[in-house]
């Protein structure tokens, strides 16, 4: 018996889900619906009694929604933005993972759109956004950029998808649902792998990928903005845009590494998700965590210098008073443990850069916390510092959220391949093509190169 | 009390913002930070948001409702707190009156209060009292982060909220520097026939729930020649409400030349620093002109609610009618 290609390998491996849906998965699908339906209840004791039933008064005006609204929102940043600098630099080990980073934005998006709605006083007239928008208004520039980035997303995460939904089609005849057979030829929109498709592929991928990075910086600078235009202390900052920016990259480089970690471990892409995969993201996340730092220190020196009267107050809480618990979790937990796990080679396992993913994860949604919710119960005028402790309500939308989160990915790997089978098809013929150039595309078997994609090997 | 009628007339309104407003004339030369925002808000939302383009600019241009005021009349209205006469009440043992004028008129929701008084110890180690409405800035914070045009400036200079636009996204309240805005979390309670009550920015009653509130100068009553409710509660005379089209002031007992007391008392704006222009002036003072020692540390007592005064819709209007 010839032992099967490694197109073949791959194809059984990231097809499998498709076909095959274990006990595990229903069971949690259904614990995912479960807590978004306490969520929805939750909302919905908020829609009939206001946002009364929050913990959120007239000085601390905004809480965990806002806070998830800016960690959603950092997430998103960098799926897409990954993806498309690998790209861009030809990093040839970006191919197994590049469906996951843009996955990630898309679904950070969904529920970044859905956080300011949810912290609306008054829902029903969400669509005088669209009607009465004004151009002057942050919030307005935030609608209209994130629209944006998700309909990019979305475009550049289908462009992949289309050749791979013909060679679902194909292998799965006859094993999923007419319906599932329907979709597939949908979007395979004809997709037959002529040379002149696989230009009309190659070109609009080229020009989405340079769009979705300034997209992607502007979405999270604009979120900034909501914050930067203000007088507050603590917001009223010039390099908030970059500043939050560089934090996204940050977060959303440690959320792609927890969700590859939970992939690999569920649908066993340990073939493809290597080590390597692991550090380089790694690398990414040390390099993307230093900048980090850099902003931060620049951020709170300059404000700790100078000590302006509310600066000052402002720091005083930080850093030593009622929310130094969090700064210092933040901090420590969330910089400077993980660089250290991500930095040294001792460190550097699978499961060692998984703990770090989630310490950022962690230390960075803190970090939101404590951007919105201080600055607001900082006192404007001569009176108390504001107060503010979350409601269950509040604490059920965003376990909610996050569940929603989840959810995407979990119907997604069950209609997709979780990897592009065609972009990992294109790097092998690429190595193929560089490795025997007078018999290009003659080769049985794809070379073992340095460009190898990270397709099968036995470090 | 006393009732201040103006009747001279002002039509050319150029000259009126040219003879009130230096920092007008600034604008003339400078580039605003109004202009630059525009521009380059302008610039990055149109690369991105091209397709919303249309609605967007056909929205923008002319948001809030008319405005019905007179034509003949186009004021533009300041408050004045003498702080020299103000000393919260204390001396007369009453909780603040401007605060409680405040609530009988506009049925303030409970846990708010649109005019606030404020205790402070001053760098020198005196106290003071300081009364806080909506600074009504020239130059608003709040108006220019409001998404869906809800906060908006009037002719006369006035900040007010439409209840019937506002979505409720608190953007105002994180941007005003001065705190004076409030948020109905909850259902306020109204008085009754509130809801059959003709709602207006200029007079916004009944109260919803998830909308923004604030003090809104009494826009109702100075258009009709009043003074703002908590003017016409102090019984210190401390609150002025001034005109600056016509550079005139009145507590209800004198009536003053607005640009004179100004000067004359130094009187000050709160976070000059930030440039939003407030159209509300403190005169420098601790009480003093009604015995109030620096010393004397007793906070003001707190304001009675619409409810606890049993304030109702027909007491107001049998007293309109008086």
Not at chain 2, 1 to 16: C, H, L, R
Request: aromatic share 12%.
């Amino acid at each position: 018996m010839r032992t099967p290609t490694a197109e073949e390998r791959l194809e059984e491996r990231v097809f499998r889900p498709l076909v095959h849906t274990s006990l595990g998965w229903y069971l949690w699908t259904a614990f995912l619906i479960a807590i978004i339906a306490f969520g929805l209840f939750g909302y919905t004791n908020q829609l009939r009694r206001g946002l009364a039933v929050t913990g959120m008064r007239d000085t601390v005006i905004w809480g965990l929604y806002i806070s998830n609204f800016v960690f959603f929102s950092g997430v998103s940043m960098a799926g897409t933005f990954i993806s498309a600098i690998l790209r861009i630099t030809g990093a040839e080990w970006r191919r197994p993972l590049t469906r996951m980073a843009e996955l990630t934005t898309v679904a950070a998006l969904l529920m970044t759109a859905l956080m300011p709605v949810v912290d609306m006083g008054r829902p029903d007239r969400v669509l005088y956004l669209l009607r009465y928008g004004r151009l002057e208004s942050p919030l307005v520039w935030d609608i209209a950029v994130i629209s944006t980035y998700l309909t990019a997303s979305l475009i550049y995460l289908y462009l992949f998808v289309i050749p791979d939904s013909a060679v679902v089609r194909e292998r799965l005849r006859g094993k999923v649902s007419r319906l599932r057979q329907g979709l597939y030829t949908l979007l395979a929109l004809g997709w037959k792998g002529l040379p002149e498709q696989r230009k009309r592929l190659e070109r609009s991928a080229g020009v989405m990928m340079l769009l979705v990075i300034p997209i992607g910086v502007a979405t999270h600078s604009v979120v900034s903005w909501i914050f930067g235009m203000t007088y507050r202390a603590g917001w009223n900052s010039t390099i908030f845009a970059p500043y939050f920016a560089v934090g996204a990259l940050y977060s959303g480089t440690a959320m792609l590494i927890t969700i590859m970690f939970l992939m690999r471990r569920v649908y066993h892409l340990e073939e493809y998700f290597t080590e390597k995969h692991f550090r380089y993201l790694g690398y990414m996340l040390v390099a993307f965590g230093l900048l980090y730092f850099y902003f931060t220190f620049a951020e709170y020196l300059t404000i700790g210098y100078k000590l302006q009267s509310e600066d000052k107050l402002l720091l005083q809480e930080l850093l030593f008073g009622r929310y130094s618990f969090l700064v210092w979790l933040g901090f420590i937990g969330g910089q400077v443990v993980p660089l250290l796990l991500a930095v040294r080679r001792r460190t550097q396992t699978i499961p060692l850069l998984f703990v770090a993913s989630l310490l950022v994860n962690i230390g960075m949604w803190v970090k939101r916390y404590v951007i919105v919710v201080p600055s607001l119960a900082n006192p404007l005028m001569p009176y108390q510092w504001g107060f503010y402790t979350p409601t269950w309500v509040e604490m059920a939308v965003t376990a909610a959220s996050f569940a929603g989160f989840a959810l995407v990915f979990t119907l997604f790997s069950k209609l997709f391949p979780l990897i592009s089978v065609w972009e990992m098809k294109e790097g092998w013929e690429r190595a193929r093509e560089v490795a025997v150039p007078s018999q290009a595309g003659l080769a049985a078997r794809p070379a073992r190169l340095d460009s190898d994609p990270g397709g099968p090997r036995h470090e | 009390m006393g009732v201040v009628v103006i009747q001279v007339d002002y039509s050319a309104k150029d000259k009126i913002e040219e003879d009130m407003d230096q920092g007008d004339n600034l604008r003339k030369w400078q580039l605003s930070r109004r202009q630059v925002l525009k521009a380059v808000g302008a610039a990055g939302v149109a690369a991105l948001a091209a397709p919303l383009m249309p609605a967007f600019l056909a929205r923008s241009a002319g948001s809030g409702p008319e405005e019905g005021s007179k034509a003949t009349r186009l004021r533009q209205w300041v408050l004045v707190f003498d702080l020299r006469k103000c000393e919260g009440c204390i001396t007369k043992g009453t909780p603040p009156k401007c605060i409680e004028g405040c609530n009988a008129e506009h049925f303030v929701p409970e846990g708010q209060e649109w005019i606030r008084v404020f205790q402070v110890e001053g760098p020198a180690g005196h106290s003071y009292f300081l009364p806080r409405p909506c600074m009504q800035c020239e130059n608003p914070p709040c108006v220019k982060v409001c998404p869906v045009g809800a906060t908006y400036r009037n002719d006369e200079g006035i900040v007010l909220i439409n209840h019937e636009r506002c979505i409720g996204c608190r953007m105002c309240m994180a941007a005003c520097p001065y705190g004076v805005r409030s948020f109905n979390w909850d259902q306020p309670e109204n008085p009754p026939g509130a809801l059959f009550a003709n709602y207006s920015p200029q007079y916004p009653v009944p109260h919803r729930r998830g909308t923004v509130e604030k003090c809104m100068l009494c826009a109702h009553r100075v258009q009709d020649g009043k003074l703002p409710a908590c003017a016409e509660a102090c019984p210190m005379y401390a609150i002025y409400l001034g005109d600056l089209t016509e550079d005139i002031a009145t507590n209800g007992k004198d009536v003053v030349k607005l640009s004179q007391l100004l000067a004359d008392s130094s009187a000050f704006r709160l976070k000059e620093e930030l440039g939003t222009r407030p159209r509300v002036w403190y005169i420098p003072g601790h009480g003093q002109e009604y015995g109030h020692e620096v010393g004397d540390e007793r906070p003001p007592i707190k304001a009675r609610t619409w409810q606890e005064q049993g304030v109702t819709l027909e007491k107001k209007r049998e007293g309109a009618s008086k």
